[in-house]
């Protein structure tokens, strides 16, 4: 047997096991070609150990995995090489180790199995249960040796037990005992409600706390009222009635009608004592199952296409209540009340005609076979000769005539399949390599910047050869086209224009030659010309997709090779939704972004030469495209460091974020020295772009979480706007800002403003606001710190006002008063020092503001 080896807890199932500090450790200490390392945590009561790699997987460090990761924590390792690692299916589970876990809430029911990531480094995993998650209500926690950080785990969760202290039922209902009040909230009486009516209209169980006097009403959980047959009538031929409702305990005795799946009458009736007026209620409604004895049912349909069940409202007066049939109002099933005399056509639910009328003249050459012959007319229209048309046309199809008729009526609703005609076909090539694909195309040409000159060009040539043309394009693909396709006679000197995809100025022509050739250079626009837009699709082949790994797109449009007018350039894969660029003429032939932050643009080649930093030096932009596409939701990190205010504002964070299943949350806390800082929140983001949140700011719980960078530009930071509570001002001092990852990454924070040392731009959106003033220390400390950038920044406009606004807080209150000084105090020392770089940027360094304003003011931190 191969050598075993071993970390942390000895497993005890062989003699030979040795410990080892790491598998490279093991892979030192090995004396045979492969060894086995082993974990304490894993049940090997049906695993092979005499397993060995077959030759060509040799290399590879093979690893099984358990019921909770794909690392199970044991391994087979070659004795030397890098570790590279096969994955097998075959489950090695864990052992049930209660030993490890502490139990914080008594009973609570746990997969005990659970076992951490063999990659993870040393944590102590706190689980929530299936009310309140790890953070809110620790209910089990597992300590890995040597553990100093807490990580909180959405899954697995604890299970608590149901108990029956403090729980009082109102009504006879099913309800879930094990719910638990938030450890977080004072003693309350938590109201619940029921699958009917709210905990406010109906409270149905509740929950009260020793001591609690306030109530709580609680949208979730709700009871289920249990059924009872206590007040209701429930007519026969009905099937599910559900006799849990109940009234709003708030209505006046009333007789409670329900509906069926046709009407709001014919169901069950609650009829509560007393009651003198009626209610309909539109919820729930019960099934009708049978079939009433008032129908006549024509020949003619198909019996099992119709649901027999409907019946009319019985609030309505009586009605002969004629059906339809797949074609008209008429002819299909009646249903008669007894003393009805008026008709009521009802469309709600049709019949089928299978039957063949002998009424149909039948052209030569039609295919008979694509036809549907069961079509008839509406019988209370007058008597009428009834042309169809064909696929192209709307005369030419089969005729139906009704005895007698005199007067033409073209029908639109279905049309007779002719043969194909012929015509010359002419290519486009936009050089994008799919030229001379077309079957039988006479001529190709290249596309000369816009379609107007370059169908002028094509007209010209073919003058004297050929009266009526096919002009396709090399971007579509014509695989399913019907070139049998013509126009009407009044049209046939229009130039037909066929849509590509969804856009209506396309790449297919159908032109007149000589009529193009001597009228349409008279005309400054293609659309100035008789067009006729084509109600049929051409698609354009795929155009190039360039995805890259780049924060903007700009930089991969100026350094793309392209084939073709169009290319699709993503950072996020590619959309479901392209839509088709219009290519007629320069203008039309816009930056098309397909999502709010442009991960996802369609640009064109004329584009590229105007392009330098931002694909706005490009003057035609569509931004009617930008939702068919989705950004990823960028992360959002919580950065802290002691600020007294730091919990709240983060519950606040958390109770908006969680739950919405968007952006994921991250948090960075007490990092030394805030360029670090940044760098830690940078690291923890898996998006090019994350939410900062500091720990001053109570973020707005109004702000939208789908906000995007913009791709089209260059990669920047985005300072949105916080308001200042104690001096008013609106700006993006303490605000969230969107930061660029690798931007942060990037800066070793040089300047007195890490975020203005890069690409940045202001975005005034209001993100929250940011309370600094919650101690004599943090005011001071964070005026200090803006007005030494402010009285850096002069002179500006906008600075000046902002300073001035710094210094005139006219407050007795502690903590304006001590904003009020680190705002003085930030000027005088900008002054001694006569704005020195150097000695400005120690504004950095906690350490040096904490001497400095204990020295100046006798202040310390957290004072």
């Not at 009040?181 to 309350?188: A, E, K, R």
């Not at 029908?411 to 050089?431: F, G, M, N, P, R």
């Not at 084939?563 to 939704?577: Q, V």
């Not at 009617?624 to 205010?645: A, M, P, W, Y």
């Amino acid at each position: 047997m191969f050598d075993v080896f071993y970390s942390g807890n000895k497993p005890k199932l062989f003699v030979h096991e040795r410990e080892a500090d790491s598998i490279e450790h093991a892979q030192t200490l090995s004396r045979t070609r492969y060894f086995w390392w082993i974990t304490y945590l894993a049940d090997y009561s049906t695993h092979d150990w005499n397993f060995e790699p077959v030759p060509w997987q040799g290399e590879y460090t093979h690893t099984w995995p358990s019921q909770h990761h794909e690392y199970s924590g044991t391994y087979l390792v070659p004795q030397s090489g890098e570790i590279k690692y096969h994955f097998h299916s075959r489950i090695i589970p864990n052992r049930d180790t209660i030993a490890d876990f502490d139990t914080l809430v008594d009973n609570a029911e746990f997969d005990h199995t659970w076992a951490p990531h063999p990659h993870d480094p040393p944590y102590t995993y706190v689980f929530g249960n299936q009310w309140w998650p790890a953070n809110r209500m620790p209910t089990i926690e597992y300590h890995v040796p040597g553990a100093t950080e807490r990580k909180y785990m959405d899954k697995p969760q604890a299970r608590l037990p149901a108990t029956h202290n403090n729980w009082h039922r109102l009504a006879n209902c099913e309800w879930d005992h094990s719910w638990v009040p938030d450890p977080g909230d004072p003693p309350l009486i938590y109201v619940f409600g029921n699958q009917w009516w709210s905990a406010e209209k109906m409270p149905t169980v509740e929950y009260r706390v020793p001591g609690a006097t306030e109530r709580k009403y609680m949208s979730w959980p709700r009871a289920m009222l249990l059924e009872a047959a206590n007040n209701w009538t429930v007519p026969t031929g009905l099937d599910k009635v559900d006799m849990s409702w109940c009234p709003d305990p708030g209505d006046p005795p009333m007789t409670y009608q329900f509906g069926t799946q046709h009407q709001r009458t014919g169901g069950a009736v609650y009829t509560a004592p007393g009651a003198t007026e009626i209610k309909y209620v539109l919820a729930p409604r019960a099934t009708k199952v049978t079939t009433d004895a008032h129908w006549t049912v024509p020949e003619n349909i198909n019996i099992d296409s119709f649901d027999w069940t409907w019946h009319p409202d019985a609030t309505e007066p009586p009605y002969i209540y004629q059906f339809g049939t797949q074609w008209q109002r008429t002819d299909g099933p009646v249903y008669t009340v007894p003393g009805a005399t008026e008709v009521k056509y009802v469309s709600v639910i049709r019949s089928n005609k299978i039957t063949i009328d002998s009424y149909w003249t039948v052209p030569e050459g039609a295919d008979t076979a694509s036809f549907d012959w069961t079509w008839h007319p509406d019988a209370t229209e007058p008597p009428y000769i009834y042309q169809f048309g064909t696929q192209h046309q709307r005369t030419g199809g089969a005729v139906y005539t009704v005895p007698g008729a005199t007067e033409v009526k073209y029908i639109e609703q279905i049309k007779i399949k002719v043969d194909s005609t012929a015509a010359v076909i002419v290519e486009i090539d936009h050089l994008d390599g799919n030229a001379k694909q077309i079957s039988n195309s006479v001529k190709t040409m290249r596309y000369f910047d816009n379609y107007r000159d370059t169908l002028i060009r094509i007209a010209k040539s073919l003058v004297g050869q050929h009266e009526f043309v096919w002009v396709c394009s090399s971007i579509c693909d014509y695989t399913d086209f019907d070139f049998s396709w013509h126009p009407e006679q009044w049209q046939a000197t229009m130039l037909h224009v066929f849509a590509s995809n969804d856009q209506k100025f396309g790449d297919t022509f159908y032109m007149h030659v000589p009529s193009f050739a001597e009228y349409a250079e008279r005309k400054a626009l293609l659309e100035w010309y008789d067009v006729n837009f084509v109600d049929q699709i051409v698609p354009r082949r795929r155009m190039p997709v360039i995805e890259h790994a780049g924060d903007s797109n700009v930089e991969a449009v100026k350094t793309t090779e392209w084939a073709g007018p169009l290319a699709l350039f993503t950072t996020n894969g590619e959309p479901c939704t392209i839509p088709a660029v219009n290519l007629w003429r320069s203008e039309t032939k816009t930056i098309t972004p397909l999502s709010s932050g442009a991960s996802a643009v369609i640009v064109p080649k004329s584009a590229v030469p105007y392009i330098k930093t931002q694909m706005y030096d490009y003057p035609y932009i569509d931004k009617t495209q930008r939702r068919c596409h989705s950004d990823t939701k960028l992360d959002i990190v919580f950065i802290s460091n002691g600020e007294t205010n730091a919990e709240d504002n983060w519950m606040i964070l958390e109770s908006r974020i969680i739950g919405l299943e968007t952006n994921k949350l991250h948090r960075v806390d007490r990092v030394n020295g805030r360029a670090a800082a940044y760098h830690a929140a940078a690291e923890a983001s898996t998006t090019p772009w994350f939410f900062a949140v500091f720990g001053k700011l109570a973020i707005d719980l109004d702000f939208d979480w789908d906000w995007q960078p913009d791709r089209m530009q260059e990669a920047k930071h985005y300072i949105f706007h916080a308001r200042n509570p104690v001096n008013g001002l609106v700006y993006g001092h303490q605000a969230m800002i969107a930061y660029n990852r690798q931007l942060v990454l990037d800066n070793p924070g040089v300047g007195l403003d890490f975020t203005l040392d890069s690409p940045h731009e202001v975005v005034p959106i209001l993100s929250g606001v940011a309370y600094y003033d919650t101690s004599a220390w943090s005011a001071w400390r964070t005026a200090f710190r803006e007005c030494i950038k402010l009285k850096a920044s002069l002179p500006d406009v906008e600075s000046e006002y902002r300073l001035a606004k710094w210094l005139d807080i006219n407050s007795d209150e502690a903590d304006p008063q001590w904003s009020r000084l680190g705002a003085e105090d930030a000027v005088e020392y900008y002054n001694q020092v006569n704005g020195d770089f150097a000695a400005l940027k120690k504004s950095y360094e906690w350490s040096w503001l904490a001497t400095y304003a204990f020295v100046k003011r006798s202040l310390t931190p957290n004072q």
